[in-house]
């Protein structure tokens, strides 16, 4: 998502749910909100809105474009973010693709993918805005590292949504891991699942949900795809299903 693009989503969101509303129904934990169908139950927005007219206020935010969401939780907005840095480095190898498929488009291809493999070393990390001033509360990286594939242009490599219960939030970076942190930015745990293989694809991207005492992540790419559950307090792995999903 471009800076100005998410900027526009922090104030649409921030139009749309009532501050003062206590029910998870009165905020957006997570992507396509409450009921993941891309409606809040209380929203009232404004009928219009420009760089002038309805805009509380406006951060410019670093790093990447991508196609991530951000969510609300009370007078927090989080999101994800990469932020690439002057630092070179040699990329790390790529998994290999199930029975040496390609597509075409791969890195540098047609169809929009391009890049090839970065050199750059990128931070990934998790922001918590203070929803009515726009004011950082607090910045996380989770990891610093080469990412060992590029993407789609129209992506980036923190093209997911967090997700939260209210009293914990979860960030999935894809192959940069899985990661728990409380509200007021503290980790709690990180879980490694794999590196993702997309090289003939659009790049990393799919947001984690919760259900009940469980985080479920889907990672459906070129290599070996699967579907897990972890134990949302602990990131303790409760079971996982491999898809055929090549």
Known sequence: MKKSTITAACIILTAIISITAPAADQYWPTWRGPSQIGVSPAGNPPLTWSESE???????LKGDPSNSSPIIWKDRIFFQIAVKTDAAATPTPAPQRRGGMRRPGGPGGR??????????????ALVCLDRSSGDVIWHKTVREMVPHQGHHRDHGFASFSPVTDGKLLWAHFGSRGLHCFDLDGNPKW??????MNTVAGFGEGGSPT????AVVVVMDHEGDSAITALNKHTGDILWKKDRDEA
């Open 190 to 195: 990180s879980k490694d699942l794999g590196k």
């Open 210 to 213: 919760v259900a009940g005492d």
């Open 54 to 60: 309805n805009i509380k206020w406006k951060v410019e």
């Open 111 to 124: 169809g929009g993918f391009g890049g090839g493999n970065p050199t750059d070393k990128y931070k990934f």
